[in-house]
């Protein structure tokens, strides 16, 4: 299969919450990027890290990443009801293909 | 970034017959690609489309099911052929430039 792994598949949790997501994949990479995904709309892009960067923030996103264990996480601080959506993390493998991981569904209840 | 046009938004067609989608990107790009979102899943890269030449598909994706057109630098088709119900999904295009990737709003088919 193309894709990678993300855990879990779905997540509720309340206002305020920090939600975090999880992603491995399979291959050498040259950078990750995690993309939100409202409704079965279009991808916005949240984040990208490079493959010699350990962590990286970008407001209230903080992401990380482990190329020992081809791993990455995507932690949300403070969550809002409007975070709602599915979150997919995406690597290029070293090519300019992007494949995607499997995702995670974020429900935040007001 | 590019701007990307992608038509239809949504189709409802009838199993047997064929719909082409197009996307049309405001610059020129060298690399686009073309992505389907089953129901309920993640994004499954089908082909990369290459300006000139055939396109390079992905293992489980073949030209007959999925001809891809790619005339010049700033547009591309994905033809869904003998569509099944099988087939309802989104169809998402892609450029990548030098910034990174760009997404298409998406083809909503439903097959019936």
């Known amino acids: 299969s193309q894709q990678g792994e993300e855990d879990p598949q779905a997540l509720s949790i309340q206002e305020g919450e920090n939600a975090t997501m999880n992603c491995s994949y399979k291959?050498?990479?040259?950078?990750l990027q995690w993309y939100r995904q409202n409704s079965g709309r279009g991808l916005v892009h949240l984040i990208l890290?490079?493959?010699?960067?350990r962590e990286k923030h970008s407001g209230r996103l903080r992401v990380t990443l482990d190329t020992s264990k081809k791993s990455s996480s995507l932690l949300i601080t403070a969550s809002r009801a409007a975070d709602t959506a599915s979150y997919f993390c995406?690597?290029?493998?070293?090519?300019?293909?992007?494949?995607f991981g499997t995702g995670t569904r974020l429900q935040v209840f007001p | 970034s590019a701007v990307i046009s992608q038509k239809p938004s949504r189709d409802i067609c009838q199993r047997g017959t064929s719909l082409t989608i197009q996307c049309q990107v405001d610059?020129?790009?060298?690399?686009m690609f073309w992505y389907r979102q089953q129901p309920g899943q993640s994004l499954t890269l089908i082909a990369t489309?290459?300006?000139?030449?055939?396109?390079?598909?992905e293992s489980g994706f073949v030209i007959d099911k999925f001809p891809i057109s790619r005339p010049n630098l700033t547009f591309s088709t994905l033809t869904v052929s003998n569509m099944s119900p099988e087939d309802s999904s989104i169809y998402l295009c892609?450029?990548?430039?030098?910034?990174?990737?760009?997404f298409g709003s998406g083809t909503r088919l439903t097959v019936v």
């Open positions: 892609s450029v990548l430039q030098h910034y990174g990737y760009t």
């Open positions: 995406a690597t290029d493998e070293n090519t300019d293909k992007l494949i």
């Open positions: 610059s020129q790009v060298t690399m």
């Open positions: 489309a290459n300006q000139g030449s055939e396109a390079t598909y």
């Open positions: 291959t050498s990479i040259n950078n």
């Open positions: 890290i490079r493959s010699n960067e």
